[in-house]
């Protein structure tokens, strides 16, 4: 299976504080997609980073991806409560006509205590 | 109002009941994605259509089945429901045009077989 794996499984910080989560996958990939799910709600993109890429930033995110040894990881600076949700990674594979298929990983659970 | 919408939130049912999750989007995107989230294990693909004439198995398409009546509804049925698919399904919509590649997500529904 090419699932990415998110580590650690569950994360609980101090508000302020940075939040560092790591995604390792398998097989070759062309994009890694970071998404943050809410209790109870559905997963909502965060960012994309593509396979010729390093390092991306957004806001308070900064994504890295080492393709060298298949991981990935994305810190949030300066963490807030609501941050508090499920992060996953999803890699994608080219398979035909275009469509990147996604493999979502189990995620980390963050907790970030006022 | 949600850009994608999901039917129902919840339901409980029994073993052996055909059970119909419905999924409509208000975002304009030809490709639609039925997922089912299990605790631990991620997001994995059931189906995913293209457009309306366009139906693909994903990673665990069996006991499933779909039905894309428009660009704006793709539905997914258990035909005789057990309990190992209780579990939290979401439908998700991408434009293949949009260089981030996000899927957007609807807020899923909880089904329990019971």
């Known amino acids: 299976s090419q699932q990415g794996e998110e580590d650690p499984q569950a994360l609980s910080i101090q508000e302020g504080e940075n939040a560092t989560m790591n995604c390792s996958y398998k097989?070759?990939?062309?994009?890694l997609q970071w998404y943050r799910q809410n209790s109870g709600r559905g997963l909502v993109h965060l960012i994309l980073i593509r396979s010729n890429e390093r390092e991306k930033h957004s806001g308070r995110l900064r994504v890295t991806l080492d393709t060298s040894k298949k991981s990935s990881s994305l810190l949030i600076t300066a963490s807030r409560a609501a941050d508090t949700a499920s992060y996953f990674c999803?890699?994608?594979?080219?398979?035909?006509?275009?469509?990147?298929?996604?493999?979502f990983g189990s995620g980390t659970k963050l907790n970030v205590k006022p | 109002d949600a850009d994608v919408t999901q039917t129902p939130r919840n339901r409980i049912t029994k073993t052996g009941k055909r059970i119909m999750l419905e999924c409509s989007q208000t975002k304009g995107h030809d490709r639609m994605y039925w997922y089912r989230q299990d605790p631990g294990l991620g997001l994995r693909l059931i189906y995913y259509?293209?457009?309306?004439?366009?139906?693909n198995k994903g990673e665990i398409s069996d006991g499933y089945s779909v039905s894309r009546q428009a660009q704006a509804k793709f539905s997914l049925s258990l035909e005789s429901a057990i309990p190992n698919q209780t579990a939290l399904y979401f439908c998700a919509t991408s434009d293949p045009q949009d260089l981030n590649q996000p899927q957007h997500f609807g807020d899923g529904t909880r089904l329990s077989i019971l």
């Open positions: 097989t070759s990939i062309n994009n």
């Open positions: 999803a890699t994608d594979t080219n398979l035909t006509n275009n469509f990147n298929k996604f493999y």
């Open positions: 259509s293209f457009d309306v004439k366009d139906i």
